[in-house]
Nanobody, 124 residues
C-alpha cells in the first residue's frame, strides 16, 4: 500500500520561508513526484514536479524563483522549499506520486497517489 505523508506546514509571516516534506512508503520503481496546493474555495493546482533522479524539475510559471522542489531517494523523501511567502500562498499543500517517470505532469489526473496534505497559512 502506497502512503505519502506530508509535514512542515504551519503559520508563517509574509516574507518568511518554509520547507515542506513528503515521505513515501510502499512505492517502487522510477516514479516522478509533485506538489499541488488548494486554497479555500479554489481548485487544486499544480505547483512543481521532479523526476525520479531529481535532475529535472518542472514548475508552475507563476511560482518560479520562489519555490524549489527536490528529493532525496535514499530517504524516500521529497521537499518543497518556499521563500518570500505571500498571503496568496495560503493553501493546503499536497504531495503526489506517479506510477511512471514522466515528470512533466501538470494535471491532478496525471498522478496516482496522494498524501493528506499539510496546511500553510501566510499572515499579512
Amino acid at each position: 500500500q502506497v502512503q505519502l505523508v506530508e509535514s512542515g506546514g504551519g503559520l508563517v509571516q509574509t516574507g518568511g520561508s518554509l520547507t515542506l516534506s513528503c515521505t513515501a512508503s510502499g512505492i517502487t520503481g522510477w516514479y516522478a513526484m509533485g506538489w499541488f496546493r488548494q486554497a479555500p474555495g479554489q481548485e487544486r493546482e499544480f505547483v512543481a514536479a521532479v523526476s525520479w533522479s531529481g535532475s529535472s524539475t518542472y514548475y508552475r510559471d507563476s511560482l518560479k524563483g520562489r519555490f524549489t522542489i527536490f528529493r532525496e531517494n535514499a530517504q524516500n523523501t521529497m521537499y518543497l522549499q518556499v521563500n518570500s511567502l505571500k498571503p496568496e500562498d495560503t493553501a493546503v499543500y499536497y504531495c503526489a506520486a506517479k506510477s511512471d517517470s514522466a515528470y512533466d505532469a501538470y494535471y491532478v489526473y496525471d498522478y496516482d497517489h496522494w498524501g493528506q496534505g499539510t496546511r500553510v497559512t501566510v499572515s499579512s
